[in-house]
């Protein structure tokens, strides 16, 4: 069965610091990974999505994910966290086999102290 | 503006009323989802449409109903809701894998 995993429910960073959130997936075909950002309240906000090529991927606001086939992992990180990042931040996994359907991780939330 | 369009953005009802949520998407996409999200639980997919045909019944309670006349407009309709039905239903579209594209949602309360 198609699974997505954030290990992290809770995150502090302090502003100015780096960030780094963690996704693994397990899904028996080639996935296409996604990083979507709710605001409380909001709808979810694509940050960014990998479907093949450059296994590094570069996103809106200043995020980027690396693609590890090997260790099945989609880690979404930015080197200089903002007080507005502060949000939940949900991974997703899909695969052309499975139609549209995506399947989401149960999110991981992000507070930013100053 | 996201291009997918949730009214109302908030509802308040008793358990024996009938609401409607209504969910408009312009961005020419061919699928339509519900997905129900309610606090400390992962996002629940209720249904799919694809092509205006339901492809998807997560085995949602039948006091859930939607409707998808057309490829643009999908409806939720709410009957006898219980109040552990309260959470933000979120409506999305999609184009083949391309990824979803989420409305704000409308944060339902039943009392």
């Known amino acids: 069965a198609q699974s997505v995993t954030q290990p992290d429910i809770h995150i502090t960073v302090s502003e100015g610091a780096s960030l780094e959130l963690r996704c693994n997936y397990s899904?028996?075909?080639?996935?296409?990974l996604f990083w979507y950002v709710q605001s409380p309240g909001q709808g979810l906000q694509l940050l960014l999505k990998?479907?093949?090529?450059?296994?590094l991927v570069q996103g809106i606001k200043g995020f980027e994910a690396e693609f590890k086939r090997s260790q099945s992992s989609f880690n979404l990180r930015k080197p200089s966290v903002h007080w507005s990042d502060a949000a939940e931040y949900f991974c997703?996994?899909?695969?052309?086999?499975?139609?549209?359907?995506?399947?989401f991780g149960a999110g991981t939330i992000l507070r930013v102290k100053s | 503006e996201t291009g997918v369009t949730q009214t109302p953005r908030h509802l308040v009802m008793g358990m024996t009323n009938k609401k409607s949520l209504k969910c408009e998407q312009h961005?020419?996409?061919?699928?339509m989802y519900w997905y129900k999200q309610s606090a400390k639980k992962p996002l629940e997919l209720m249904f799919v449409?694809?092509?205006?045909?339901?492809?998807e019944n997560n085995s949602v309670p039948s006091r859930f109903s939607p409707e998808c006349p057309n490829s643009s407009h999908l409806f939720l309709h709410l009957h006898t809701l219980q109040p552990e039905d309260s959470a933000l239903y979120l409506c999305?579209?999609?184009?083949?894998?391309?990824?979803?594209?989420f409305g704000s949602g409308t944060r339902l309360t039943v009392v």
């Open positions: 449409y694809s092509l205006e045909e339901r492809v």
């Open positions: 997703a996994v899909g695969a052309r086999e499975y139609g549209n359907k995506l399947v």
């Open positions: 999305a579209s999609s184009q083949e894998i391309g990824g979803y594209t």
């Open positions: 899904y028996g075909a080639t996935p296409y």
């Open positions: 990998y479907f093949s090529g450059d296994t």
């Open positions: 961005l020419g996409h061919n699928a």
